[in-house]
Structures are given as C-alpha cells and as structure tokens.
C-alpha cells in the first residue's frame, strides 16, 4: 500500500477504523497481529504498533491479557436532559444534574473549605486565594458511575449560614437555588458552557474509561443578580452520554 504525506501510521489506523466502523472488523473480533499489519501494509513493526495504539485510545479496541487485542462493543450513548433552573424544592443532587424525570440515580459527595484558586477565583469573581467551599460528587445510574461534579461556593456569601454546607443541614441536597434562597440570595440566571478534553486519570479511573479516552465538561456557573454564588465542572464520559438541553422559549 502506497502512503501519502500523512504519517504511515495514521493510515494504516484510518484503515482500520474504517474497517471496524462498517462492520468488516466486527464486535469482540481479534484485530489483526503486529505482524499481520506489518505484512498487509507492508510498514515496520514500529509503524504497526503505533497504528494499534492509536485505535486503542480511541476506545475502538480493547486488549485482553494473554489473548490478544479485541473490537470493542460500541456503547449505545445514553441522554443526560440539561434544563437550566431546577425544580424550586424537593429536587435531589442527581436530579439537579440529570434534568430527565424518568432517570433514577445515586450520588455520594464530600465538601472541604479550601482556596479559590486563579481560574475559580476568576468564575466565581473573586481575589485568588479567597475561601471557598469545595464539593465534589459522584453520581451512578444502575450502579454505573456516569457522571462527576466539582461545586465550589464563595464563603463570602454562604459562610456562618446553615447552607454553608451543601449537602448537610435543614437544606442540605436541595440544590443552589433553593438553598440561596434561604439565605435570602435570590439566583436569577445559570450558564452553561460545554467544551471536551482527554480525561485525567483520576476521572478515567472512577468513570471506567481508558487514557486517551475523552470527556464533556459541563462549566456551570449560578448568579444571583450578577455576583455569581456557585461554579461547578461537570465531567461525562463522551462515549457513553450525549448532553441535550431543553431551553424554554420566552
């Protein structure tokens, strides 16, 4: 096979991704040896092992020990229904982030005062090194985690309140909203901002993916006539969830 200017590597890994994309390499089929691609693509080993290591990170073959390198079952991806403004009372720290009514979830979360570091302390409006009250989440669906969140709320405007702590207290769980509200800070507007990046290790390791695999952060952030009182980063795994948001039409 004759190769262009693109790296050989990167053809020889096109190929057979095309390949497993049109079902010529199907599901749970062992993908060709080093030595097989060596010779049907007439590359060096080297160039055969970095074409498998490509199609590895792009979570299209898994490798099985003793066995050999394997397609992967595609996941059918999955809807996590975004919709702003969460119900004003009795709404779970899961359906706060999964606006869908018919899914069901758990949660576990941690809370800890710490420093607003410079990109936080710029969300939040803040001076670097202000405190803050940091929350991070863990939410399963069937037992599978699926989502995780990082919350950070300035102290300046929650702490010495009984809403300091977000999941503990008389509102503890009940989201920004309404737990704002008892302090008297009426949240007037949300933004949502969706970007996507390779996972950090610590994220892949507790969502169940592969490094190299990439992931959706959602960067939330709650205000309260313009001072913002919540930013939160909420990481999905891209494989297996799509974000849809229902906006209402004013």
Same mark, same amino acid.
């Given at each position: 096979?004759?190769?262009?200017?693109?790296?050989?590597?990167?053809?020889?890994?096109?190929?057979?991704?095309? =390949?497993?994309?049109?079902?010529?390499?199907?599901?749970?089929?062992?993908?060709?040896?080093?030595?097989?691609?060596?010779?049907?693509?007439?590359?060096?080993?080297?160039?055969?092992?970095?074409?498998?290591?490509?199609?590895?990170?792009?979570?299209?073959?898994?490798?099985?020990?003793?066995?050999?390198?394997?397609?992967?079952?595609?996941?059918?991806?999955?809807?996590?229904?975004?919709?702003?403004?969460?119900?004003?009372?009795?709404?779970?720290?899961?359906?706060?982030?999964?606006?869908?009514?018919?899914?069901?979830?758990?949660?576990?979360?941690?809370?800890?005062?710490?420093?607003?570091?410079?990109?936080?302390?710029?969300?939040?409006?803040?001076?670097?090194?202000?405190?803050?009250?940091?929350?991070?989440?863990?939410?399963?669906?069937?037992?599978?985690?699926?989502?995780?969140?990082?919350?950070?709320?300035?102290?300046?405007?929650?702490?010495?309140?009984?809403?300091?702590?977000?999941?503990?207290?008389?509102?503890?769980?009940?989201?920004?909203?309404?737990?704002?509200?008892?302090?008297?800070?009426?949240?007037?507007?949300?933004?949502?901002?969706?970007?996507?990046?390779?996972?950090?290790?610590?994220?892949?390791?507790?969502?169940?993916?592969?490094?190299?695999?990439?992931?959706?952060?959602?960067?939330?952030?709650?205000?309260?006539?313009?001072?913002?009182?919540?930013?939160?980063?909420?990481?999905?795994?891209?494989?297996?969830?799509?974000?849809?948001?229902?906006?209402?039409? =004013?």
């Amino acid at each position: 096979m004759t190769f262009g200017e693109q790296p050989a590597y990167l053809r020889v890994a096109g190929d057979l991704r095309k =390949k497993i994309v049109d079902g010529r390499l199907p599901p749970h089929t062992r993908l060709p040896s080093q030595a097989r691609i060596r010779e049907e693509y007439g590359v060096s080993d080297t160039v055969a092992l970095e074409a498998r290591k490509v199609l590895m990170a792009e979570g299209l073959v898994e490798g099985r020990s003793g066995s050999g390198t394997y397609v992967r079952e595609p996941p059918v991806p999955r809807r996590i229904a975004r919709s702003g403004f969460r119900p004003p009372a009795g709404a779970t720290p899961f359906r706060q982030e999964q606006a869908d009514g018919e899914a069901r979830g758990t949660w576990e979360s941690s809370s800890e005062q710490t420093e607003a570091g410079g990109a936080i302390a710029e969300r939040l409006g803040l001076q670097a090194g202000e405190r803050v009250m940091c929350t991070k989440y863990v939410f399963r669906d069937a037992g599978e985690t699926m989502m995780l969140s990082t919350s950070w709320e300035p102290l300046a405007v929650t702490g010495r309140t009984p809403v300091m702590l977000p999941e503990e207290g008389p509102l503890g769980g009940m989201g920004v909203v309404e737990r704002m509200r008892a302090i008297d800070v009426v949240v007037d507007n949300v933004t949502e901002e969706v970007g996507a990046r390779p996972g950090l290790s610590e994220e892949l390791l507790a969502l169940g993916g592969v490094p190299g695999h990439v992931v959706l952060v959602i960067q939330r952030t709650y205000y309260a006539s313009g001072r913002a009182v919540e930013t939160a980063d909420v990481v999905v795994p891209a494989d297996r969830y799509r974000i849809a948001y229902h906006l209402p039409v =004013k």
